[in-house]
């Protein structure tokens, strides 16, 4: 198994069926694997049964929510609008938005890299002397891997999300960035509870999935009243008071940044905006992207540490303020990926996600974002199949809620890729004598009406084509449709002189 | 310094060096003006129907609303509802002056204390600083008088509100916390809470009571004579 580190972002990450062996490696990108992650996805019947009943639920309940909200095509324009402001002035409102967590009496942890990060969090829990530590969900946690760091020293993170706390039993990475346990069937959870919690009853009963949910939760408590640090993730930061939000639906966010004596937020750059306003039009857009919910159960936002006379909360507060690649994207044809506000609903309704699950995209972040902010993030050198994994069926962008034009970005990389001569030597062989013909119209008709009669010989009267000579890697994975008439052109030429 | 990495990183993407004067002051006028954006038109509504929005949304998101004509019915409603949810008539209270002045002696079978709540208690009744009838959200910012406990640790959570603290929309909530100050005015913490705590994190299936409370129940005391509902 090989071992990749990765250049100039320092991911140690372990991924996929190291992980699950629970074999201690570095780096573990798996997105140049991406074709037999596909294929082995596609071949795992377990897998294939969870995104089956999943999938339509999410897109059902978002359509919902849509469509009892009038205003949200146009709170789209606004929430793209806010973000745009918000990254052509990015400089001055983090540093407007530092100086108010100082003001708050919080502390600010600017970290370039992700080892300058998991270095900041150890920092912290070690100062604090923290023996156990609970988090709430973050995928920039994933991001960094702190968890192994964390467990390297000694220290034991404790995820309470209750799809993250079944992934940590499981000892996997989420498949999807809000439901990350969205590749699990309930027969899996209750196995892994069996196996886990060894201190129960081995012959109870979980007779719905509500006597799981109960286990879980009072499992978590005792974890969370034991923790002596809580950290979390950010939604968003807000340079006009200095605070950190947090959104959720079980209550585990705000126990883990409530409980413990020390909280850390853990947030990327490109997380802050300006106002209160500006925070609440993104998030109208942001529960009803997600889940389909109007507003999420818990939307909480924290503004530095514990005040005097409080009776409750944490005596500190800590951001760690992550680029990790980020800045690079600024100015770049990339940055609009950095208006994401991870919703997911680009995964939820591509029709690849839904095929092959989180898991075969091999990093962080899957699906659509995923392929477009990988290569940003890791190099276009290990992730160029991501951005090629794409029917560019355009789904993605007509959900996005802040309008990030994903295909076309998908399309810059593969771009990319090819003007850095990553693209296979065949397939660029092929697009040259393409653009040969293509440069020439005459050429390209005769030869196009050549193809199509050729084609319909082939087939002899058939609607498809399981296998074309020359072309098997092609239909291998799917048919070739025979076309049905002559070429558009020709066609063309005929409907006007029928005129 | 990474501060300046970042900044100077940033900086070089946008072709430029800091903000010049006049930008920086532009920047820093939307801050102290911080406009507002669209706002739903469905929270606005005349205040008895604003009202009936929220007690709607409350029910919609799994919570449950008992309406009373005065705060000082606030006591007889507690133990009505422990009742009829089979619970001892036990619970944290916020240590807040409004709850402090109601005639708890109307209902004297109810044990309370006055603090932030414990792992074990397992009813907590909170002070409701505002509402939202947009989503049917409650506001509860922290402070020595509302401890975050309350919100997130015991089962069973009651909030005593008053009609006249409903609003339409989370902008008109942001006013009442800034109250006309500018910076520095946020507590520690705001929690926006809508309905109780859930999750579908099993197989994509919504469950309630996750890690935070099972039951939600509004106490909403009609101190607004133009909210009342129409006779």
Same mark, same amino acid.
């Given at each position: 198994?090989?071992?990749?580190?990765?250049?100039?972002?320092?991911?140690?990450?372990?991924?996929?069926?190291?992980?699950?062996?629970?074999?201690?490696?570095?780096?573990?990108?798996?997105?140049?694997?991406?074709?037999?992650?596909?294929?082995?996805?596609?071949?795992?019947?377990?897998?294939?049964?969870?995104?089956?009943?999943?999938?339509?639920?999410?897109?059902?309940?978002?359509?919902?929510?849509?469509?009892?909200?009038?205003?949200?095509?146009?709170?789209?324009?606004?929430?793209?609008?806010?973000?745009?402001?918000?990254?052509?002035?990015?400089?001055?409102?983090?540093?407007?938005?530092?100086?108010?967590?100082?003001?708050?009496?919080?502390?600010?942890?600017?970290?370039?890299?992700?080892?300058?990060?998991?270095?900041?969090?150890?920092?912290?829990?070690?100062?604090?002397?923290?023996?156990?530590?609970?988090?709430?969900?973050?995928?920039?946690?994933?991001?960094?891997?702190?968890?192994?760091?964390?467990?390297?020293?000694?220290?034991?993170?404790?995820?309470?999300?209750?799809?993250?706390?079944?992934?940590?039993?499981?000892?996997?990475?989420?498949?999807?960035?809000?439901?990350?346990?969205?590749?699990?069937?309930?027969?899996?959870?209750?196995?892994?509870?069996?196996?886990?919690?060894?201190?129960?009853?081995?012959?109870?009963?979980?007779?719905?999935?509500?006597?799981?949910?109960?286990?879980?939760?009072?499992?978590?408590?005792?974890?969370?009243?034991?923790?002596?640090?809580?950290?979390?993730?950010?939604?968003?930061?807000?340079?006009?008071?200095?605070?950190?939000?947090?959104?959720?639906?079980?209550?585990?966010?705000?126990?883990?940044?409530?409980?413990?004596?020390?909280?850390?937020?853990?947030?990327?750059?490109?997380?802050?905006?300006?106002?209160?306003?500006?925070?609440?039009?993104?998030?109208?857009?942001?529960?009803?992207?997600?889940?389909?919910?109007?507003?999420?159960?818990?939307?909480?936002?924290?503004?530095?540490?514990?005040?005097?006379?409080?009776?409750?909360?944490?005596?500190?507060?800590?951001?760690?303020?992550?680029?990790?690649?980020?800045?690079?994207?600024?100015?770049?044809?990339?940055?609009?990926?950095?208006?994401?506000?991870?919703?997911?609903?680009?995964?939820?309704?591509?029709?690849?996600?839904?095929?092959?699950?989180?898991?075969?995209?091999?990093?962080?972040?899957?699906?659509?974002?995923?392929?477009?902010?990988?290569?940003?993030?890791?190099?276009?050198?290990?992730?160029?199949?991501?951005?090629?994994?794409?029917?560019?069926?355009?789904?993605?962008?007509?959900?996005?809620?802040?309008?990030?034009?994903?295909?076309?970005?998908?399309?810059?990389?593969?771009?990319?890729?090819?003007?850095?001569?990553?693209?296979?030597?065949?397939?660029?062989?092929?697009?040259?004598?393409?653009?040969?013909?293509?440069?020439?119209?005459?050429?390209?008709?005769?030869?196009?009406?050549?193809?199509?009669?050729?084609?319909?010989?082939?087939?002899?009267?058939?609607?498809?084509?399981?296998?074309?000579?020359?072309?098997?890697?092609?239909?291998?994975?799917?048919?070739?449709?025979?076309?049905?008439?002559?070429?558009?052109?020709?066609?063309?030429?005929?409907?006007?002189?029928?005129? | 310094?990474?501060?300046?990495?970042?900044?100077?990183?940033?900086?070089?993407?946008?072709?430029?060096?800091?903000?010049?004067?006049?930008?920086?002051?532009?920047?820093?006028?939307?801050?102290?003006?911080?406009?507002?954006?669209?706002? @739903?038109?469905?929270?606005?509504?005349?205040?008895?129907?604003?009202?009936?929005? =929220?007690?709607?949304?409350?029910?919609?998101? =799994?919570?449950?609303?008992?309406?009373?004509?005065?705060?000082?019915?606030?006591?007889?409603?507690?133990?009505?509802?422990?009742?009829?949810?089979?619970?001892?008539?036990?619970?944290?209270?916020? @240590?807040? @002056?409004?709850?402090?002045?109601?005639?708890?002696?109307?209902?004297?079978?109810?044990? =309370?204390?006055?603090?932030?709540?414990?792992?074990?208690?397992?009813?907590?009744?909170?002070?409701?600083?505002?509402?939202?009838?947009?989503?049917?959200?409650?506001?509860?910012?922290?402070?020595?008088?509302?401890?975050?406990?309350?919100?997130?640790?015991?089962?069973?959570?009651?909030?005593?509100?008053?009609?006249?603290?409903?609003?339409?929309?989370?902008?008109?909530?942001?006013?009442?916390?800034?109250?006309?100050?500018?910076?520095? =005015?946020?507590?520690?913490?705001?929690?926006?809470?809508?309905?109780?705590?859930?999750?579908?994190?099993?197989?994509?299936?919504?469950?309630?009571?996750?890690?935070?409370?099972?039951?939600?129940?509004?106490?909403?005391?009609?101190?607004?004579?133009?909210?009342?509902?129409? @006779?």
């Amino acid at each position: 198994m090989k071992v990749r580190r990765c250049r100039g972002a320092g991911f140690a990450l372990h991924w996929g069926p190291a992980f699950r062996l629970g074999v201690a490696a570095l780096v573990q990108i798996t997105s140049p694997a991406f074709k037999q992650n596909a294929a082995r996805a596609l071949a795992d019947a377990g897998l294939q049964k969870a995104l089956g009943k999943a999938k339509g639920a999410f897109l059902q309940r978002r359509a919902e929510a849509v469509a009892r909200l009038p205003e949200f095509e146009a709170l789209r324009d606004i929430g793209r609008d806010i973000k745009n402001h918000t990254l052509a002035n990015l400089d001055a409102y983090l540093e407007t938005y530092a100086a108010n967590v100082e003001r708050a009496g919080g502390t600010v942890h600017w970290c370039s890299t992700a080892e300058e990060a998991r270095a900041a969090v150890l920092g912290i829990c070690q100062r604090a002397g923290a023996r156990t530590v609970t988090k709430g969900k973050s995928m920039i946690s994933e991001e960094i891997a702190v968890n192994d760091h964390l467990e390297a020293h000694g220290i034991t993170p404790v995820e309470t999300d209750l799809g993250e706390y079944i992934i940590q039993l499981r000892r996997e990475h989420p498949s999807h960035i809000i439901a990350p346990a969205f590749h699990l069937n309930r027969e899996d959870w209750e196995a892994d509870f069996r196996r886990m919690h060894t201190d129960l009853d081995p012959n109870r009963v979980f007779a719905e999935r509500r006597d799981i949910l109960t286990e879980a939760r009072t499992k978590l408590r005792e974890r969370f009243l034991a923790a002596d640090v809580g950290i979390t993730g950010a939604n968003f930061l807000i340079a006009e008071t200095g605070s950190s939000v947090i959104v959720t639906n079980e209550g585990n966010g705000d126990l883990t940044q409530t409980l413990p004596r020390v909280h850390i937020a853990l947030a990327s750059i490109e997380k802050v905006v300006p106002t209160l306003e500006d925070a609440t039009s993104l998030l109208r857009l942001l529960a009803r992207s997600a889940t389909g919910q109007d507003f999420s159960v818990y939307t909480t936002f924290s503004t530095g540490a514990r005040r005097p006379a409080d009776l409750d909360g944490p005596e500190e507060y800590h951001v760690v303020l992550i680029d990790n690649g980020r800045s690079n994207m600024i100015g770049s044809e990339f940055q609009d990926m950095l208006r994401c506000i991870r919703c997911a609903a680009c995964m939820n309704h591509c029709p690849v996600y839904g095929a092959t699950g989180g898991h075969a995209y091999g990093w962080v972040y899957p699906g659509p974002m995923g392929s477009v902010l990988t290569p940003s993030l890791v190099g276009v050198d290990k992730a160029a199949h991501l951005p090629n994994a794409s029917t560019f069926c355009g789904k993605c962008e007509s959900v996005c809620p802040v309008k990030i034009p994903l295909p076309k970005l998908m399309r810059h990389w593969r771009e990319r890729e090819f003007e850095r001569h990553l693209t296979p030597s065949a397939v660029r062989s092929n697009l040259a004598l393409w653009a040969w013909f293509a440069k020439r119209p005459g050429m390209y008709r005769a030869a196009t009406r050549a193809a199509v009669g050729a084609l319909r010989l082939i087939a002899r009267g058939r609607g498809a084509l399981r296998s074309l000579p020359l072309a098997g890697g092609w239909t291998e994975g799917r048919d070739l449709p025979v076309p049905e008439g002559g070429t558009f052109m020709s066609r063309y030429a005929k409907q006007q002189r029928g005129r | 310094m990474s501060k300046d990495a970042i900044l100077g990183a940033i900086r070089r993407g946008l072709k430029r060096g800091p903000l010049p004067a006049d930008q920086r002051a532009m920047i820093d006028g939307r801050l102290a003006s911080h406009p507002r954006h669209l706002i @739903p038109a469905r929270s606005r509504l005349p205040r008895p129907e604003q009202v009936a929005l =929220f007690v709607a949304n409350v029910g919609k998101e =799994f919570g449950t609303v008992a309406r009373v004509a005065d705060a000082d019915a606030v006591p007889t409603a507690i133990a009505a509802y422990l009742a009829q949810q089979n619970l001892a008539p036990r619970f944290v209270l916020a @240590p807040h @002056p409004d709850l402090a002045a109601l005639p708890w002696a109307s209902a004297p079978m109810l044990e =309370f204390e006055a603090r932030r709540a414990q792992p074990d208690d397992l009813v907590a009744v909170q002070h409701g600083y505002a509402a939202i009838a947009e989503t049917g959200t409650l506001m509860l910012p922290s402070g020595p008088e509302r401890p975050t406990t309350l919100n997130i640790l015991a089962e069973t959570e009651i909030v005593v509100l008053r009609a006249s603290r409903i609003v339409g929309a989370y902008e008109e909530a942001w006013d009442l916390l800034r109250d006309g100050r500018t910076g520095g =005015f946020m507590p520690r913490n705001v929690m926006l809470v809508t309905g109780p705590s859930r999750s579908a994190d099993i197989e994509q299936t919504l469950e309630l009571g996750a890690h935070g409370p099972r039951r939600l129940h509004v106490i909403l005391i009609d101190d607004d004579p133009a909210a009342l509902p129409a @006779p």
